[in-house]
């Protein structure tokens, strides 16, 4: 069973421009979610979705962040209009059940020129 | 959201075994206490979690108070694989709540 997979690992963007992340959960998982880690602190939850549905954005930023999981497909992380501060560690998690054990992908590494 | 509390690191020889303390006096009685871990530059792996009663799997064992005010992740020998940084986490609604853990570091 393959776990939890993330791409692309390392992504470049010049501010202004647009990211995308993307999350391919363990086989049988329905449940998704998202965190944040700035250099040298710890991971911060963004978002958790299951199919088609966004249950907890409360640690999603107000503006140009996005998150869906459709119902085919791996889950998407955009965010509009980078800035120098998006440069962070995207990491992706997924579980057959909430709540439960968590299972992490490799991660993103976003870094905005 | 519940507050964890851990020393910022800690040391331990190979082969001994390492006891990473944490506090989570504000936890409800509803959470459960998490424990992961997080090697350099990967993202972290699951190793135990509990809610009342003390917990053993392969990887290590969890130790609770009886009031749930802290908890002890032990691993009974460390080995040099054991170097992360441990992370004590309350699960909360469905999220997992991250502090900034506690540096192991394992010397041979």
Not at chain 1, 55 to 67: V, Y
Not at chain 2, 13 to 21: F, G, K, M, Q, T
Not at chain 2, 58 to 79: C, G, V
Not at chain 2, 94 to 99: A, D, H, R, S, T
Request: net charge positive.
């Amino acid at each position: 069973n393959a776990g939890v997979m993330q791409n692309p690992r390392h992504l470049v963007r010049r501010r202004g421009q647009e990211a995308r992340l993307r999350c391919s959960p363990m086989k049988g998982h329905s449940h998704v979610y998202w965190y944040r880690q700035l250099p040298e602190e710890g991971l911060k939850f963004m978002v958790y979705l299951q199919k088609e549905n966004i249950i907890d954005e409360s640690g999603m930023p107000k503006e140009r962040f996005s998150a869906e999981f459709p119902k085919e497909g791996p889950s998407i992380l955009r965010i509009q209009q980078v800035v120098r501060g998006d440069s962070a560690a995207y990491f992706c998690a997924s579980s057959p059940q909430a709540p439960g054990e968590q299972y992490f992908g490799p991660g993103t590494r976003l870094t905005v020129t | 959201d519940a507050k964890t509390t851990q020393p910022n690191s800690m040391e331990s020889n190979e082969e001994e075994p390492v006891h990473l303390p944490c506090n989570h006096s504000t936890i409800s009685g509803t959470d459960y206490i998490h424990w992961y871990r997080q090697l350099p530059s990967q993202g972290p792996e699951y190793v135990i979690h509990g809610l009342t009663s003390n917990v053993n799997n392969r990887m290590a064992s969890l130790a609770i108070a009886e009031d749930r005010k802290s908890s002890t992740l032990i691993l009974h020998r460390a080995t040099l694989r054991d170097a992360a940084v441990y992370y004590c986490i309350m699960e909360y609604g469905n999220k997992l709540v991250f502090g900034a853990g506690t540096i192991l570091r394992v010397k041979s």
